[in-house]
């Protein structure tokens, strides 16, 4: 286990250090360093949470340790996407350094799952806790993605306005590259929060017979919902794009985090750990 | 084995002695077949091109006689005076040829560094060389290895990354604000030779559609035909501009002819991403307000020469790392060349072999009885030299073999050590 962990902060902790040498001095031996450290990092993760999931037999979704190590890993994924489909290497720099910190509090965190919901051993939910936790997680790093692709946008137009043509403006993406990517992580996360808001109201009704909690929580998302969904409303029927619309990414996905932070001083039911 | 090199180049020479010293394409086989002698000079490259005169050589002489000779092929060639072309040339010799090459093929001694020419030209003329057989074993490995540090260079260091021309500047703006140009639409307004040639490069970076609007015509429907685009009239570039994703704009106008208020009324439709400015006209023809539109990008002239010149800057800086790349290039090759060189093992193999021989021959000396002097003159002098021949006649051969086809030190190193046990 230990050689894992000490896999995946070497592996990321290269990935952070390469993508933000990489503004400034771009070295083709860092480069392949950190490939293959980010190479290693992410199969040691993918192996951790495989391993993880076996020996506990259900999905490794419960607890600080393994919501952080979901997270990551759902962030790292998001980014290989986007690189496959649009090299656009600079995401690198916004995404890495939070899954590094996700890792190490991974890392650091109890692996003991002490704050399992109860029940949750039952067949039904079984299924529907992980769905529910693992969908919407999955959707956060797509905001995520979003959020970076927005705020690369937001920098290259400055860069552009201000006619700088310094090493960042090389680095990054095109404008409409980063439009692209925010459209369509926007639609992915969206797809996949209404189908873990679904999952989880299946679970709320077969645990406890009520659809609804009226907790905070629940209320951020429905609103959090409703906001990407009037995003990519505009998006597909007006042709929304270029600024407002990665300025609507970036502020969207604070209220994210806002919602998550919020929630762990108001919270009941949906405490992480 | 030495090499020599001699030449000319933008930093020494003027264009009046660069064009009388230059080399015409079609006398290039025959000069070359000039310069190689045999004698002093048995291998040579000639790279000519507007900006410089470069004689490779690779000289059996001695580093003394090869510069000689291609200082007097040079004047004889051209039929001048050496004294009048004297100061303008510059000669190396082994490593200091081999980093100048170097440096001239990957082009960090040319006049805009990094750009991609000349590396096509030292090509060109290894190529003209091989064809008039003028290259041999030397002077192949050193143009393979120059072609390949320059590629290395290219790679592994930014100076070839950033464009330094106004026109590759433009197409630069436009894919770090559209990423892909083919499904985008260009239009020209105005018909200034550098607009012109702006929404070339454009159109070859893979626009999809050129427009060009101009206040005539008759000129618009002829460039449109030439660059088989589309012709519009001055007065419709409101209505089109809309559809149009680039505007290059230079005409002769001394106002602005493409102004805010309207621009943004024209948009208002307009559902489709940014849209890029570029002025190149001087006065200005674009109103410098249209920048403050959202998703509208402007660029005059001073910009994009603003952008030539810091990528300029960044080459040179660039090209501080090249120079690392270069040294230990150099170095490397010096050593490869080195091992190459066999001529200093063959006597040192040939008087390993002779002292021994002669060893024996003092041990034994007895048993032979009484010789008189020819007889002993013919012992050392004719039976001695046969045998040591005879006998390190396979070993040199092999040696050479291997030298020809890759780096013999170890076999040498071997065959040294063999010899010596006794």
């Not at chain 1, 997680?137 to 995520?144: D, K, Q, S, T």
């Not at chain 2, 464009?163 to 499904?183: M, W």
Request: aromatic share 8%.
């Amino acid at each position: 286990m230990k050689i894992l962990w000490t896999m995946m902060l070497v592996g990321y902790a290269l990935g952070v250090a390469q993508s933000i040498f990489s503004l400034t001095t771009d070295k083709r031996w860092l480069r392949e360093i950190a490939f293959y450290g980010l190479l290693a990092a992410f199969t040691s993760h993918t192996v951790w949470l495989v391993w993880q999931g076996l020996s506990a037999k259900r999905c490794p979704i419960v607890g600080t340790q393994e919501m952080c190590a979901f997270l990551a890993f759902s962030l790292v994924l998001c980014y290989f996407i986007a690189y496959r489909w649009y090299r656009a290497n600079a995401l690198k720099a916004f995404i890495l350094p939070i899954v590094f910190v996700l890792i190490t509090i991974a890392a650091l965190a109890n692996s003991s799952t002490s704050n399992q919901p109860q029940d949750i051993s039952q067949p039904l939910q079984k299924i529907l806790f992980p769905a529910h936790a693992g969908l919407i997680l999955l959707a956060y790093a797509a905001f995520f993605l979003s959020f970076g692709a927005g705020l690369m946008y937001i920098i290259q137009e400055r860069e552009l306005k201000q006619k700088r043509f310094g090493k960042i403006f090389y680095r990054l993406p095109s404008l409409e590259t980063c439009d692209a990517i925010s459209f369509k992580a926007i639609a992915a996360g969206f797809v996949l929060l209404t189908l873990g808001i679904a999952a989880g109201i299946a679970w709320s009704r077969a645990r406890d017979g009520v659809f609804w909690h009226g907790q905070p929580l629940e209320i951020f998302v429905v609103i959090i919902w409703v906001i990407y969904l009037l995003m990519l409303q505009s998006r597909i029927n007006a042709g929304w794009g270029g600024r407002t619309a990665a300025l609507a990414s970036i502020i969207s996905f604070m209220l994210v985090i806002g919602s998550l932070i919020g929630v762990r001083y108001l919270g009941t039911l949906h405490v992480f750990g | 084995m030495n090499i020599v090199l001699l030449g000319l180049s933008h930093k020494t020479a003027p264009v009046e002695v660069r064009e009388r010293l230059a080399f015409n394409e079609s006398r290039l086989p025959g000069a070359l077949a000039n310069l190689v002698d045999q004698v002093c000079v048995d291998e040579g490259v000639i790279v000519s091109t507007c900006n410089r005169v470069e004689l490779i050589a690779s000289a059996p002489a001695g580093i003394e006689k090869g510069i000689d000779r291609l200082q007097n092929f040079l004047c004889d060639f051209h039929e001048l005076p050496l004294h009048s072309i004297h100061s303008h040339l510059y000669l190396h010799a082994d490593s200091e040829a081999i980093k100048h090459l170097f440096r001239v093929a990957s082009a960090l001694d040319s006049m805009v560094v990094g750009e991609s020419q000349i590396l096509g030209q030292v090509k060109e003329a290894y190529r003209t060389a091989i064809e008039a057989g003028t290259v041999g074993r030397v002077l192949s490995q050193l143009m393979h290895r120059a072609l390949s540090v320059a590629k290395r260079v290219r790679t592994e260091t930014g100076v070839a990354l950033h464009p330094v021309s106004i026109s590759s500047v433009a197409v630069e703006l436009a894919n770090k604000i559209f990423g892909d140009l083919t499904e985008k639409t260009v239009m020209l307004v105005g018909a200034g030779d550098m607009a012109e040639l702006a929404a070339q490069s454009l159109m070859q970076a893979g626009a999809h559609k050129l427009l060009i609007a101009n206040r005539t015509a008759e000129k618009a429907a002829n460039l449109a035909q030439q660059y088989n685009g589309g012709a519009i009239s001055f007065a419709a570039f409101y209505e089109t501009l809309p559809a149009v994703d680039i505007v290059i704009c230079s005409t002769g106008a001394a106002d602005y002819v493409i102004r805010p208020e309207e621009t943004r009324r024209a948009l208002k439709s307009r559902r489709k991403g940014p849209l890029l400015f570029i002025d190149i006209s001087v006065p200005r023809n674009i109103d410098p307000g249209i920048a403050n539109l959202d998703s509208t990008f402007l660029f005059d002239i001073d910009d994009l020469q603003g952008a030539v010149q810091s990528n300029l800057k960044e080459r040179e800086r660039e090209a501080q790392s090249a120079e690392v790349i270069i040294e230990s290039e150099t170095q490397s090759f010096m050593k490869h060349l080195r091992s190459l060189d066999i001529g200093p093992q063959v006597v040192e193999v040939k008087a390993i072999l002779a002292q021994l021989a002669l060893n024996e021959l003092k041990r034994h000396r007895k048993r032979l009885g009484a010789l008189n002097a020819e007889q002993e003159s013919a012992i050392t002098e004719i039976l001695i030299p046969a045998l040591v021949n005879k006998l390190s006649h396979p070993l040199i051969a092999h040696m050479r073999a291997t030298a020809r086809h890759e780096e013999p030190t170890d076999t040498l190193e071997e065959l040294r050590k063999l010899i010596r046990i006794d």
